[in-house]
């Protein structure tokens, strides 16, 4: 183990202090631990391959048409500082979508924080070795493991800008999860005064694996991601989507504790509440959020109007504005999914669960919840 990073991560106090066996093991037994999750955590972006890597994923990419809003904050803010890249997390799809916006624009590459299930198999050699990402074993409380992540972390961040998923996991109920703190604090720690945050919203008017998420609902167990890709790839048949990639202004938090539970936390949930404010309100949302079992168009049309109001009035990030559009548009998609069906004037509920899957995923834009049926 000779490389930079891993050094300066063996150097660090709080690593030293575990390895002097303060936690019950000893001191070969903490340096043995400590040596194999650097070993899993260290990785590798080759930038020309990367960028290479856009041509054998087209098949997949082609039935994504890419938007994005606002970067501007971002080429502004990579000139001179650090950027840390938080974003909601709706599907893998995010991994190639989000990076590729900012690769399409010439924006320097982030490496990514993306949960250890997706590095298994000949797709976890490219995570490691191309494309740059960080493998996270998500839930766990090894102290060994979360000392070696926080300090990797906070040396990565002197050579490199990172993209991480603050919720964890995809949201498996389409809702905006709360927001986990621990790659936050570490990423704090890695003492830089130029530290930005900027939030990420990420939007589609279809999500690839939307009937594996929204029938598990809560994630109960970690699948094995090849699996995970079979049952996408059998969705991916007819499937066409646009994806909203939304950038809001940058959040200083180079001044921030992180050795303190309420900076951090309080941080969090401001990272959260702008993530929330920029996501795109498509039309498949809008119309899963005032769909009834079963509904007369005119009705649909109106209930969508007032749910714009006041989706408007709280200046959400719209993309329809009326009910018309957004049937012209939403109904046919969600059609073509077989989320729901029209039949002589009036629409119908075909896939009652994923049709939630939808609505819930403007729930936090709301006044008032228990729209859904």
Known sequence: MHDDISQAVLARAEVLKYLRGGYGESGAQARERIHGYLDELRTTQRYPIYRALQHPLFPILRKIERHH??????????????IIYASNHKSHTDYLVEPLVLDDNGIRPPLIAAGINLFGGPLGLLHKHVTGAIPIRRNTKDPAYLITLKAYVAEILKKHDLFFYPEGGRSY????????????????????????????????????????????????RQRPFTRELAEMVRYAVGYRSRAFVTFGAPIAAGACDGQSRTEVLDLARLVRARIGALYKVVPTAVVAAAMRPSIARRDLESRIDHLLDELAARRANLGVTSGREAIE??????????????????????ERTVLRYYARTIEHLLVTTGRTH
């Open 329 to 350: 548009q939403g109904a046919e998609l969600l059609e073509t999914r077989g989320i729901i069906v029209a039949e002589r004037g009036r629409f119908r509920v075909r």
């Open 173 to 220: 109920s389409g809702e905006l999860k709360l927001a986990k703190t621990g790659l936050l604090q570490a990423a704090l720690t890695a003492g830089r005064a130029d530290l930005l945050i900027i939030p990420v919203a990420v939007a589609y008017d279809l999500v690839l694996e939307d009937r594996i998420l929204a029938h598990q609902q809560v994630k109960k």
């Open 69 to 82: 809003e606002q970067l501007h904050y971002v080429a502004n803010a990579v000139r001179s500082h650090r």
